[in-house]
């Protein structure tokens, strides 16, 4: 009994890790970049937290928004709130791979949002964004549903 649930265990864990690893969305603990209203980037310019009653399914992640508001303009127009490479860190996608990312590590380029891995690898995003964005674009087809 044991040796079976260990190995259920085991293709529980497995089948989590291959799905969060080729979803197109970035997503932690079932939410979609962290829980973190992607329109609040824009219209408060800093990271808020989005509330349970305030979600939204979209590109098979679940989004969290601070007001129904913000929730209205998401479902309006999702594309022009959501970040880019579905939130994984863009210096990552223009390295050709996906990474995980911080609410906090986050930058807005011509109208658009971006995150990254953390404070570190943002200061090197932020010194050659357009050439990066340019390659992480090109990257992003290959990679999008790969881990």
Known sequence: M??????????????????AQQSEVFISEGKAIRGYDPVAYFKEGKPVKGQDSLTYSWKGGNWYFSSRQNLDSFKKNPVQYAPQYGGYCA???????????????????????????NQKVKAIWIKD???????????????????
């Open 129 to 147: 964004t357009d050439s990066r964005i340019i390659t992480a674009d090109k990257n992003w087809e290959a990679i999008r549903n790969k881990e």
């Open 2 to 19: 044991k040796k079976l649930v260990t190995v259920v265990s085991i293709l529980i864990c497995f089948t989590m890790k291959m799905q």
């Open 91 to 117: 210096y990552g996608c223009s390295e050709g791979h996906k990474a995980p990312t911080q609410p906090d590590a986050w930058s807005i380029v011509n109208g658009k949002l971006y995150f990254n891995y």
